[in-house]
């Protein structure tokens, strides 16, 4: 009888560890309803004092006034230029400490900024190379972002999101990577470097971290799962009206769409929409098990998010909660 008794409760851990393992990663967005994207991006010769004069604390009040769930950041994107340092980037392209990568961490002091708030810090990257830096590309072993990824690329690009990742650790809770046009560079699980080693990079640091892979804006594939890696839909969309009963996540994905305030991403005009109109989108998202990410405009002195689009985020914070 205890041979049986030991052997039951070893299956129910048996049982419990499978489970375990098969829960899906970043349980937290569940819950969500709405978090706010910033594109931090520029470059050149006043690329670190851009980045030193960013105001995370006015920023990170802000998010949380406006009582958003999560903010996904930019480290940046086509110039080549980050707004965190990154030693192995600088090893990999020949760059000097502060030349391409800044030498303030932008992405560790908001998360500084958003601790014991509840608000979830994700960052965004380019699936590829920075295509303007010809020099970059061609030391990172990358080609046209149209063309598959090079196998010594994705090793590489790899290798610089690992030093990020076990930076952060549990600080970041996700990645959104932008330009994942052609699958063929990774899709091949047979080769060394794949979606696979993609993804262990990111979650060096966080096993917990949510993956988004965009393939762009078209309706038939902004939802779609490119790898079993994701976690989340990609959801670039120029209008608000895709929902989740339109536009259904593959399972065991969660649903999100992304979206710009302004006229387009990053630009301080508008809000395009009503608020009565956006609450009443992101409530039918919400009903149907989506959250929705807004992009916003920020000032290109301090990084605060520019009035008029704050003053809709509160005013949709407000009205959701």
């Known amino acids: 009888m205890k041979l049986m008794a030991f052997a039951l409760v070893a299956m129910a851990l048996s049982a419990l560890a499978v489970q375990a393992q098969d829960a899906p990663r970043g349980k937290w967005m569940e819950k969500a309803k709405f978090g706010v994207f910033i594109?931090?991006?520029?470059?050149?010769?006043?690329?670190?004092?851009?980045?030193?004069a960013f105001d995370v604390a006015a920023v990170a009040k802000q998010v949380r006034d406006c009582r958003a769930d999560y903010l996904i950041l930019t480290l940046g994107q086509n110039s080549g230029t980050y707004c965190s340092p990154n030693a192995t980037y600088d090893k990999l392209t020949g760059r000097k400490p502060g030349e391409r990568c800044s030498t303030r961490d932008l992405p560790g002091d908001m998360a500084d900024a958003l601790a014991g708030t509840g608000i979830?810090?994700?960052?965004?990257?380019?699936?590829?190379?920075?295509?303007?830096?010809?020099?970059?590309?061609?030391?990172?072993?990358?080609?046209?972002e149209r063309k598959p990824a090079p196998q010594i690329f994705?090793?590489?690009?790899?290798?610089?999101?690992?030093?990020?990742?076990?930076?952060?650790?549990?600080?970041?809770?996700?990645?959104?990577?932008?330009?994942?046009?052609?699958?063929?560079?990774?899709?091949d699980l047979t080769k060394p470097n794949n979606w696979n080693t993609w993804a262990a990079a990111c979650r060096a640091g966080n096993p917990d971290s949510i993956l988004a892979f965009n393939p762009g804006t078209r309706i038939d594939k902004a939802f779609a799962r490119l790898t079993a890696q994701q976690d989340y839909t990609a959801g670039e969309q120029n209008s608000w009206t895709a929902t989740p009963a339109k536009h259904p996540a593959p399972k065991g994905m969660r649903w999100q769409v992304l979206?710009?305030?302004?006229?387009?991403?990053?630009?301080?005009?508008?809000?395009?929409?009503?608020d009565d109109a956006m609450v009443k989108y992101i409530r039918t998202v919400n009903a149907q098990g989506g959250v929705v990410s807004i992009d916003v405009g920020i000032s290109k002195a301090d990084g605060t998010i520019h009035p008029p689009h704050l003053k809709q985020l509160l005013a949709i914070g407000a009205a959701l909660r």
């Open 39 to 52: 594109h931090f991006l520029g470059g050149g010769a006043q690329w670190n004092e851009r980045v030193n």
């Open 120 to 144: 979830k810090l994700l960052l965004y990257l380019p699936s590829r190379s920075p295509q303007r830096d010809q020099e970059a590309m061609e030391k990172l072993g990358d080609v046209h």
């Open 154 to 187: 994705t090793q590489h690009w790899s290798a610089v999101i690992r030093e990020w990742s076990l930076r952060y650790k549990t600080n970041v809770a996700g990645w959104w990577f932008d330009g994942s046009y052609n699958r063929a560079g990774w899709d």
């Open 259 to 274: 979206g710009f305030m302004g006229s387009r991403w990053g630009h301080c005009d508008g809000p395009r929409t009503s």
